[in-house]
């Protein structure tokens, strides 16, 4: 974690400078993000990170409410987003570099990576937090330049794409297990490239996934980049997207189960 600083900072930067692309017309362009413009998307993204980080909040219309039915997550999200409705291109833009800031100090605050802090959805480690707002903050970035038609690097290499790949390969066991529902004995070979590198077996016993070096895979395997491996994960595009892409291949039973139900959300 020494390098967290450089590592979200380099994130942040390659994000604006892509908003910094965003024409007038663009940002009331729909995003991968049901319901989001590109303006939205960009108000969430400060929302998010300056609301967990602790700093005050604008508060949303007079008269706004949260969608009916909707998860505290859900309002909490919205509500930021419904904050923010009125602020201009330039207000956006520099909303992602107060966000940026906000991050890399209390990044740079940081003196025990064990330490508690406060999550999206509850407690959890400053090094958790670390790679879960990376994961946000690049999913979000592939949503900015989809939106924009803007090309998105599926072979980005930087540590935070090794740290937030690394952080969803490690839920494969709970995809496994519980999105995808595997009985026991089931295996399945991952199998993803750089910056991970990773080449595992999944196996169910009595009920539990986990990795297993003993397993054996037979023809079941997820392989490809793991960028489309997140990004699926993520609800982003779908396995059929992914494989014309040359980004995901799949085979096996377990295999085609995976890529059609191992989502972290929904």
């Not at 999913?139 to 690097?153: I, K, N, Q, S, Y």
């Not at 540590?159 to 995808?180: D, I, N, Q, S, T």
Request: one cysteine or more.
């Amino acid at each position: 974690m020494t390098d967290a600083v450089t590592t979200a900072s380099d994130l942040w930067d390659r994000v604006i400078a892509m908003a910094l692309q965003a024409k007038a017309e663009d940002w009331s362009r729909p995003t991968p993000c049901a319901e989001w413009d590109v303006h939205d998307l960009v108000a969430h993204m400060n929302a998010a990170q300056t609301g967990l980080d602790g700093a005050p909040q604008p508060a949303p219309p007079d008269g706004w409410s949260p969608p009916e039915g909707a998860h505290p997550f859900e309002r909490w999200t919205a509500s930021g987003v419904a904050a923010r409705k009125d602020w201009t291109a330039d207000q956006l833009v520099e909303g992602l570099r107060i966000a940026r800031d906000s991050h890399t100090a209390r990044l740079a605050a940081v003196t025990d990576w064990d330490a508690k802090a406060r999550g999206p959805v509850g407690e959890t480690t400053e090094a958790e937090l670390l790679r879960v707002r990376c994961f946000d903050t690049w999913v979000h970035f592939w949503d900015l330049a989809t939106a924009l038609g803007r090309p998105f690097d599926l072979d980005d290499q930087s540590p935070a794409a090794a740290l937030l790949h690394e952080w969803v390969a490690e839920l494969a066991p709970y995809l496994f297990g519980k999105r995808v529902g595997a009985g026991d004995g089931a295996t399945l070979r991952i199998r993803l490239g750089a910056p991970l590198n990773r080449d595992a077996v999944l196996a169910v016993h009595d009920g539990k996934a986990r990795w297993d070096a003993d397993a054996d895979p037979g023809e079941h395997e997820v392989t490809g980049k793991p960028a489309a491996f997140t990004l699926l994960a993520s609800g982003r595009g779908t396995p059929e997207m992914w494989r014309r892409a040359g980004a995901l291949d799949w085979s096996g039973a377990n295999g085609e189960a995976f890529v059609s139900r191992a989502r972290l959300f929904g």
